[in-house]
């Protein structure tokens, strides 16, 4: 009989046997293998649990090895493949094959759910594992993985019962989890097409202009425009959020992409992950989803730049202490600023009175080279107030099938599932987009006269290959007219010299 525990330890986690030597001897436990405290703890924990359900602590001197001994073991997580290996060794229960066991003990024996056990049930179907043991509160949030024999009780008593009898739980629908109504944009019609370009595309964005012109209720309105993810990428945006105990009880798997928004007081720990327990931060949070940075440039500059790396790479390691984990990070980023510290530049009524050196220190805070990894600017005035208060508005069902129509022609003409036109590479991104002479002499002449990268030259041409999707056509002259304007706003670049 092989019990096993489960270590977060990054993304993909270790599995832990569990086990255990019973001898003759002074009465006690001891456990090796790199125990943290509250796994330590977990022997005091066990036994009283064990009485309450009716069995016996055995009364011999006891050692847990928790193998591989060099990976630490955090969590109450170890109580549960504890408690049912102690009573594999001593014969008061005779199971076979292998498991995977998690979940914490209450000293009357009742069964509590731990953080990470969606995490530990994608690992156990990766090592090969079928049986997993749980808590009845857990199965939910295991249901979302196919192929797993789930056990569960609410107590160990009728836990140990449902062993014997091998009776499997039934897989539990999660709930749907509470929407908000879309927000309403009036007289905006080119910000409409921007939002529709970033959720089809995966494209990153900058709002910028004047407070009152709507960029932030613009940024939020994103969220309703992302279009459904495949099992695959919804399975691994929930393992992150399982890992990080952000996953709501009872929800299984997470039904739409995520939109996170932090604020801009957050720590780099919390924003690109780490700390004690090296966990995932916001940007793997956002993994598949949107990062919205609202006023973008009061957050820190080393911070800011640090979002480069995964912006490139959609992943990102987390290192201390001679320890690195990695987590997925492929995300838009979702930028909102105003033209200037004091907000009136862009104004038609407006007087600013900040300097050139102050506007340039404000932007500064962004640069140039996160700048040159945003594919889409798009500068907004306010709404007259006429506009501003009218009932017309657009229909959301009417905004969002284009996004979805985009996604299935991507997939239809050979593209990962998982994989938005942002994603592509060069040879992908020339083969798809069916490059003709006279496109790249309209990129050439808009790169020279704007002094664009190579990079920036490439993300003209996602872009460019998303409005060609979202019109259901092939790539044409005015998509890339249209995708350099998106990235060239007649308002300025103020970030630029």
Known sequence: MEIYGFAPWGFEGHLV??????????????????????????????RIALSAAGFQFPADRILVNLSPADIPKTGSGYDLPLALALLAASGQWRGSGSLLAVGELSLDGSLRSVTGTLAAAVTARERGL??????????????GVPGLNIIAGSCLSDLLANLNSLHFAPVQTATSLETQAPPVLRGQPQTLRALQVAAAGGHSLLLFGPPGSGKTLAARTLEHLLPPWPIDSALQTSRIWSLAGKLPPGSGLLRRR??????????????????LGLLPGEISLAHQGVLFLDEAPEYSSRLLQ????PLEAGKIHVVRAGMSVWYPSRFALVMTA????????GRDKGV?????????????????ALMDRVELRLFLRPVPVD?????????????????????KRQAARGQDVNQANVDLDLPALRRFSKLQPAHENLLGKWGRQEDWSTRALQAVLKVALTLADLDDSVMELSHIEQACRLRSPQGGEPWRD
């Not at 003759?24 to 330590?40: D, F, T």
């Not at 105003?338 to 530049?345: F, L």
């Open 17 to 46: 046997r569990i086990e255990v030597d019973l001898r003759r001897g002074i009465p006690g436990l001891e456990m090796v293998g790199l125990p943290g405290s509250a796994v330590r703890e977990a022997r005091e924990r066990v």
């Open 352 to 368: 600013c009175f900040c300097s050139a050196q102050t506007i340039r220190r404000y932007w500064d805070r962004l640069g140039n």
């Open 258 to 275: 995520p939109f996170r928004e932090p604020h801009h007081s957050a720590s780099a720990q919390g924003i690109l992950g780490g700390g």
């Open 387 to 407: 506009q501003g208060l009218s009932q017309d508005s657009t229909s959301w069902v009417d905004l969002k099938a284009p996004v979805e129509l985009a996604r």
């Open 338 to 345: 105003n033209g200037c510290p004091c907000g009136q530049s």
């Open 306 to 309: 640090a979002l480069r790396e």
């Open 130 to 143: 079928r049986t997993l043991v749980l808590p009845l509160d857990s199965v939910a949030e295991a249901s």
